[in-house]
């Protein structure tokens, strides 16, 4: 997909999903802004890539002042940030009578919280350049009531982003600024890694297509809404779930 000339903020760009869309964007003659809490794995990824290529900035997605002053400066350094990822997140997998206030607190404000002051500080810039693309990584979770990983504190978390994002799109779509979401199921990241062999194949038996993703399907679908090839689309909600969802 073509990029050239576009500069995209990828969130949690570093590892997992959002590497294999920082490699897509850069693949495709953009710059890639990855933005993380781990700034020696984005450099790392900025010299794999190129240092022409790609920019790493170090940001706490749970710290919404941390988050306006980093990408405000962004927004400095660049002058146009055509498109915004939002692809950070964390995992909570406790039973709902076990989810502390601060658990939920610490999902809510990087999950959602975060996605929120993100894009609150990229969409103003957007609207008035009159062209701005916002991809949202929800989760299959928010649809199911968790089930899979994630449970109630996620699913929230991930709920709220898809409302977010129906939101934008339809308040951006007449200044040319499209909101799209991508909602995965069980990927084979770093983050999931840990889960145990016997978790891990419960999980995948609950899945049609019997396996889970590999971090580039999913980036397929981000990068296209990311790309003009969606330039009609916009307050999509995409499945990439392997036939988990299954809901038209």
């Known amino acids: 997909m073509d990029f050239t000339n576009k500069n995209v903020i990828i969130t949690g760009g570093a590892s997992g999903i959002g590497k294999a869309v920082t490699t897509g964007i850069v693949a495709g003659g953009g ?7 781990n700034l020696e794995a984005a450099q790392n990824v900025c010299k794999e890539l190129g240092e022409e290529n790609a920019t ?7 710290d919404s002042e941390n988050i306006r002053t980093v990408f405000g400066k962004i927004l400095e350094d660049f002058g146009q940030v055509h498109c915004l990822i939002n692809n950070a997140g964390i995992v909570s997998t406790a039973p709902f009578d ?15 919280t ?8 990229m969409y103003p810039a957007m609207k008035a350049a009159g062209y701005g ?6 989760s299959v979770a928010a649809k199911r009531g ?10 929230a978390s991930k709920a709220g982003v898809i409302g977010l994002t129906k ?6 779509a007449p200044y040319g600024v499209a909101c799209n979401g991508v909602c995965p199921s069980l990927t084979m990241t770093p983050m999931t890694g840990n889960l145990g062999e016997e978790k891990l194949q419960k999980i995948i038996s609950t899945i049609p297509m019997g396996r889970g993703a590999q971090p580039q399907e999913i980036a397929n679908m981000i990068l296209f809404y990311a790309s003009d090839l969606s330039s009609f689309a916009t307050g999509e909600i995409s499945d990439v779930d392997g036939g988990v969802t299954m809901d038209g």
């Open 146 to 155: 968790g089930g899979l990983l994630g449970t109630s504190a996620y699913a």
């Open 56 to 62: 790493a900035y170090q940001a706490n997605m749970g």
């Open 98 to 112: 076990e989810v502390t206030q601060a658990e939920w607190d610490r999902v809510i404000s990087i999950n959602l």
């Open 31 to 37: 710059h890639a802004i990855i933005v993380g809490l």
């Open 114 to 121: 975060g996605v929120y002051t993100a894009i609150s500080v």
């Open 167 to 172: 939101a934008v799109a339809r308040e951006g």
């Open 133 to 138: 693309r916002i991809v949202n990584v929800a």
